[in-house]
């Protein structure tokens, strides 16, 4: 995985995260909570993808 691609994930993240607390401070509760899951699964699979690499990395200089 290029280090563009890992990166990507981390920014949309992000980019759901913001629109939830947006959305939570105007009181919008569905997309808030729509839009904060979506944010969770993508930090998550940004934190999968990112041990991956390292052990990916640490392997292929054994």
């Keep these: 995985m290029n280090k563009k691609?890992?990166?990507?994930?981390?920014?949309?993240?992000i980019?759901?995260?913001v629109v939830?607390?947006?959305a939570g401070i105007?009181?919008?509760g569905i997309v808030s909570g729509i839009s904060f899951t979506i944010a969770k699964w993508l930090a998550i699979i940004?934190?999968?993808l990112f041990i991956v690499t390292i052990i990916a990395g640490t392997i292929k200089r054994a």
């Design 5 to 13: 691609g890992i990166t990507g994930w981390l920014i949309w993240a």
């Design 15 to 17: 980019l759901f995260l």
């Design 46 to 48: 940004f934190v999968v």
């Design 26 to 28: 105007f009181g919008f």
């Design 20 to 22: 939830a607390i947006v």
